[in-house]
């Protein structure tokens, strides 16, 4: 049941159970978790809040999303999502919400799961950087469908509409594809890096990778030669994302202001990150212009 999912600390043989053991996968694997997927039971107001709370800080230094069900047992229309949305407090940055499942053949499944997949392998396809969105990328369904396997028939407006709630869909265009760029803190938030997906993955992964690149450098003195190592490392990094145009540019600093003596000499020290991170293209528009000067045309010709 859901207290299975969402776990603890076993008192007796002091084990991470549910939920609580996304902390032990760092430890036992030396992989940070980059998606929290629970089919089923990530529709429950409880557990996707614990989802949340486990994206953040994961042993002290990480971060990840959680992929959201919205439920489908009690969501039969595509309006009352919202309503659903907000009263079970889906809206958190860490947070992507799917509406509703996906059927093939005679099975269906959580759209959650699906996404998870879809996401990892547009991601093996840019190299493993999260910079590319996973909406528009196919996924492998027949239709979309309720828990009680009712057919959900979505045209572009309606997945539209769901996207401007916060909403991950499928539409079936030249193929089904995963359709939405924004978090479920959206439209809550309009901040560029919570609210795009991808940006919201790449701030992750970025963070993430710096804390574990970098981790070797804790313990070292404090001094110059110090400092500017981990800023020249990190600014040749991001020197090479930008070459890679997975980013826009960006660069670290060591600030006086947010490296007061107090701090220094209690062993801390702060380097702010600044990155330009890619936004999905999530609309583009042709606009179309009646030329009549290209009536001139017909007059060239018969002068030629």
């Known amino acids: 049941d859901k207290d299975d999912i969402i776990g603890g600390v076993d008192v007796t043989t002091n084990k991470s159970e549910g939920l609580e053991a996304v902390a032990d996968v760092y ?8 998606q929290i997927v629970v089919p089923k039971w990530s529709s429950d107001s409880e557990v996707a809040a614990v989802m949340d709370a486990k994206c953040e800080n994961i042993n002290g230094s990480f971060r990840c999303m959680a992929l959201i069900d919205a439920d489908t047992s009690t969501i039969k229309k ?5 309503n659903w949305k907000n009263q079970n407090n889906i809206s958190s940055a860490n947070q992507i919400c799917y509406w509703p499942m996906v059927s093939l053949g005679d099975k269906k499944y959580h759209m959650s799961v699906l996404a998870s997949c879809v996401t990892l392998n547009t991601d093996t396809n840019y190299d493993d950087v999260p910079f590319k969105s996973p909406s528009n990328e196919s996924i492998v369904g027949g239709g979309l469908c309720l828990a009680d ?16 709630i ?7 265009q030249n ?3 995963l359709w939405g760029n924004n978090t479920a803190a959206y439209p809550g ?3 560029p890096k919570d609210r795009w997906i991808c940006c919201r993955r790449m701030m992750n992964w970025v963070g993430n990778t710096l804390q574990t690149t970098f981790f070797s450098k804790v313990d070292n003195p404090i001094r110059p030669r110090f400092i500017e190592t981990v800023v020249n490392s990190c600014n040749d990094w991001l ?6 145009q997975v980013i826009l540019g960006g660069r670290v600093e060591f600030l006086q202001d947010e490296n007061p003596t107090t701090d220094l000499i209690n062993g801390e020290i702060t380097y702010h990150v600044y990155l330009g991170l890619c936004a999905p293209a ?5 606009m179309l212009e009646f030329d009549v000067s290209y009536y001139d045309t017909l007059f060239n010709s018969l002068t030629a």
């Open 27 to 34: 430890p036992l694997f030396n992989l940070v978790p980059g």
């Open 189 to 191: 938030t309009t901040d």
């Open 166 to 172: 916060g909403v991950v869909t499928a539409i079936n």
């Open 282 to 286: 999530e609309n583009i528009t042709f």
């Open 239 to 244: 020197n090479g994302l930008t070459a890679q």
């Open 175 to 177: 193929g089904w594809k």
């Open 149 to 164: 396997g009712t057919e959900v028939i979505l045209g572009r407006d309606t997945a539209n509409y769901l996207n401007g």
């Open 78 to 82: 595509y309006s009352d999502v919202n």
